[in-house]
């Protein structure tokens, strides 16, 4: 089911009309719009979790979960909104003594206009119709228009009408939110002049060619698109003499969370040869289970996948375990020189319960592959404090956003301080959808010259001020 | 003078390895760095000017002016270095109750690498080799190479001299700073590997190019251009009344100041028609006096852009000032039905001293005509007291980053609030060259998780914090 060109036409348009509205919307009210939002979602979970579970087979469990995450980022949302420094106030005083003469300047932030959201398929609830970008752009004062992700069609439509509800039950205006299908209706929403901004998840072809569109337009608009990424993982030596065995399991219990589908699953590991950090591997991931995968393409390229990386003369599978009822996890071993001879073979991300354990023999060698990894939403290291891993630590920061010293990159926590992205592939862009910082996509800074009080925005006023934190002269100033 | 692809190579890899040193380096010593070439550069204005005024005809007053911007410029952003908000550093207690466990995050931003900068030919300090777009990229940590503009090739060359030999005085490391030349050189910047970001300000197709270059790139990098503005101005009926004459002066001044060639030249101006206010500008503008332009193409291009304008038939020269040994200012009159029928050829960007007054007989009338005015990086309103502005006051607003209500536009205070962008195509960005959130185009978000502090970067270690204004646990702190 393709959205009509025209149907699109008339969504833009609605949202358009909103978007002032939102823009202008004070905090309080703008937050009880969001978290309307995710009472209705949470009220509905059981509906929602029932057809989740059927489109995409997570499992009950996991995608409960994920309806808290979700409903508990769009409340993080509603605190960015309340607590208030988002919108960057600043007010630089008048100074007639300077040369030349200051005027006097007030900047915010305002909402950029109507955004498209490109769903996932590996989240149905946490990076989909009401996910991170949605919850961003609602919460910097823009209405919302969603493209579907054709692997849970049903559980789109019916959280976009859940959502439609709940904002029109808290007042916001008509058009604040909406929902188009169909490859060719997200192509024509990046395209449309009407809309401001884009977010997105997915692979690295859908991102490129929509990322492509979006700067190609005769005004270019910012598309945010997390795409790819093998989130490599270092086991110094000494780590893994010290928590082999606990290192190896806690690695199969991450590659395989999700069938291995997360956009943070370890896909590459270095590990020291002759450790035995391999056979810890191997014999953990013997007794794991798999799962059916989110789509019949997913399904289909997991084993082109594995079979791709097998080609390569490098690559042994150390270990296989059980399929329950869908793909079988598997450990791939290769070594660090294979890697860095060919890493557009060796480091495709290869969506599934797949990991590709890199043995090296030494610093240098180990170094050299890392030099060859791209661009990454995370870089784990687990080391000793003995180890000397300055210059491991300043390779992996350049290649990702997010740095693990303990534990494994799946798992994401929604707070003020998380930052979900990485030098291409990873991102696009600096920013994606998780984190307080996600908002500033989709603000635009806005300065009044010398405004009379009466006509500067609410949140500019003196009044305002002394509720907001701002910055006065160069001085930050809490409330 | 072409640079050649080796010479490229070699400056572009010798930032790339300075690039870790400039990122890791600490507020007091960036600051330094940063002081030091303003110094340098304050103790040649004698001789830096003299070249600048022979290169660009701007005068000696004029430049000696720019000067002093440009070094106050490179201050500010050490002011801003040492205050250390633009690290935007955030914490997040590790929080074992909660679903799932949260884990330590700690967060900052830290400089992308190499810069590429396209210096502009009407400011050959201010939007030049140290302008805002070179004193941003190395107060965010980053080394700079600079696209020279053709317009004053050995001003460039001089300043990029004294630009090497202060930062090298000061310890900071080779490679810190580069100039290259001709328009192959600048191509091939955008489109280097090793090249992370690149600030412009330039032509709407000079930049367009080369933001398209940096989005075909197999991995894009941002292009923060700043293109082109017409930069609109509303004169309600009841301000003409009030003060006519002397907003007539006022803008005859803005648009003739620098022979017109600044970026936030006035160059449509929405009057009343029958107010006198036509007149007002005629009679201010017969004593104008306009001067030489900067470049040939300038030159011809100025003659050409008013015969274009004059061509439509709603268009007549109201009055017209004196050479001045160049360009003669030109005050051109049409009328808002016009504007709004014909935008593609009223509302072209004219470079040079010349403005359009637009005659609107209503409310209605003049809305129309705004609805089509491309983005801006200003909008003005003179309004008095009693008028109703809101519809008015909400169309600019949409069309530009600055709205102003006194003065012109004309003259960009360098201050923590000042933004210098718009809409497309005012800016390629949200973020151009002018104001303190500058630096945050060639920053680039880092978490780390549960990382031992001996691992941390300085700036995020407890001891750091405690002088660092931060957020910990979504609550502002101040030092």
Redo the contacts between chains.
């Keep these: 089911m393709t959205t009509t060109p025209d149907r699109i036409d008339e969504l833009v348009a609605a949202a358009s009309a909103a978007a002032?509205i939102w823009r202008d919307s004070d905090a309080a009210t703008r937050a009880t719009w969001l978290r309307a939002l995710a009472g209705a979602l949470d009220g509905a979970a059981d509906e929602l979790v029932a057809i989740a579970d059927r489109e995409t087979r997570l499992g009950e469990a996991r995608l409960r979960?994920e309806v808290?995450r979700t409903t508990g980022q769009l409340r993080l949302f509603a605190?960015v909104v309340t607590?208030g420094?988002f919108r960057?106030i600043?007010?630089?005083e008048a100074d007639a003594a300077a040369?030349?003469p200051?005027?006097e300047?007030?900047?915010l932030l305002?909402g950029v206009g109507p955004v498209a959201v490109f769903s996932a398929s590996n989240f149905p609830f946490a990076f989909s119709v009401c996910g991170g970008d949605t919850a961003s752009a609602l919460a910097a004062g823009n209405p919302v228009i969603v493209k579907a992700h054709s692997g849970h069609p049903e559980l789109s439509r019916r959280t976009a009408e859940i959502a439609v509800a709940a904002l029109d039950g808290a007042g916001a205006p008509e058009g604040s939110f909406a929902l188009v299908e169909g490859r060719e209706a997200g192509n024509a929403l990046v395209q449309h002049p009407l809309v401001r901004a884009a977010g997105f998840t997915g692979s690295v072809s859908g991102g490129r060619a929509l990322?492509?569109l979006a700067?190609?337009r005769p005004?270019?608009i910012?598309f945010y698109g997390e795409l790819g990424s093998v989130n490599p993982v270092v086991v110094t030596p000494a780590a893994a003499e010290a928590r082999g065995d606990e290192l190896a399991r806690g690695l199969v219990t991450s590659f395989t969370l999700g069938a291995g589908q997360f956009c943070t699953k370890p896909g590459v590991v270095f590990v020291p040869r002759g450790s035995g950090f391999v056979e810890s591997v191997a014999a953990a991931a013997h007794g794991a289970t798999g799962g059916p995968l989110l789509t019949d393409r997913i399904t289909e390229a997991f084993p082109a996948g594995i079979a791709a990386l097998e080609a390569d003369a490098s690559v042994r599978v150390a270990a296989e375990g059980v399929s329950g009822d869908g793909a079988r996890p598997v450990v791939l071993v290769s070594d660090a020189s294979a890697v860095a001879a060919r890493p557009e073979v060796l480091l495709e991300e290869c969506f599934g319960p797949v990991t590709l354990l890199v043995e090296y023999a030494d610093e240098g060698d180990v170094h050299a592959a890392l030099a060859a990894v791209p661009?990454s939403l995370t870089a784990t290291?687990h080391s000793e404090?003995g180890d000397d891993?300055a210059a491991t630590?300043?390779l992996l920061?350049e290649r990702a956003?997010?740095?693990?010293?303990?534990?494994w990159p799946t798992?994401v926590?929604v707070?003020?301080?998380?930052?979900h992205?990485g030098?291409?592939?990873a991102t696009?862009?600096?920013?994606t959808s998780v984190?307080?910082?996600a908002i500033r996509r989709f603000?635009?800074?806005?300065?009044?010259?010398?405004?009379?009080a009466?006509?500067l925005p609410r949140e500019l006023r003196d009044e305002s001020l002394e509720r907001t934190?701002h910055?006065r002269?160069?001085m930050?100033v809490?409330p």
Tied chains: 1, 2.
Excluded at 401 to 407: H, M, P, Q, S
Excluded at 415 to 419: I, V
Excluded at 443 to 452: E, G, I, K, N, T
Aim: charged share 15%; no cysteine; proline share 15%.
């Design positions: 002032p979960g808290a605190d607590e420094s960057e600043t007010i630089d040369t030349p200051r005027p300047l007030r900047r305002v990322f492509d700067s190609g005004d270019p910012p661009g290291l404090p891993v630590l300043a920061q956003g997010r740095v693990l010293f303990a534990g798992g926590a707070t003020w301080s998380q930052h992205g030098p291409w592939p696009t862009s600096l920013h984190g307080a910082t603000l635009r800074p806005l300065v009044f010259q010398d405004a009379p009466a006509l934190p910055r002269n160069g930050l809490l």
